[in-house]
């Protein structure tokens, strides 16, 4: 059995993370994995767990956040989730 990083349980279908820079996690659930390692919104601070916006190496959870943040640079970012073809 091995044990969470984030919570401490010990759970026996618990699973290994490997990242780019050779670190390994292991975590019982998605939601320690998430906790642990996704990354932060630099505007509204909520954590990023599906694809984000990225501009200058700063990420965001979303192109409003974006381009609140990143003044002209930002104005460039469109983000069509959701948005109904013409």
């Known amino acids: 059995?091995?044990?969470c990083e984030v919570c401490g349980n010990e759970y026996w279908m618990a699973f290994e993370v490997r990242t780019v820079s050779g670190d390994v996690h292991t975590f019982d659930c998605f939601e320690c994995a998430a906790h642990k390692l996704a990354p932060i919104c630099e505007h509204c601070q909520v954590k990023i767990v599906g694809h984000g916006v990225e501009v200058s190496g700063r990420f965001f959870?979303?192109?409003?956040?974006?381009?609140?943040?990143?003044?002209d640079q930002g104005a460039e970012i469109r983000d069509a989730?959701?948005?109904r073809p013409a």
């Open 61 to 71: 959870c979303c192109a409003h956040c974006a381009r609140a943040e990143e003044g």
């Open 1 to 3: 059995m091995a044990t």
């Open 81 to 83: 989730v959701g948005a």
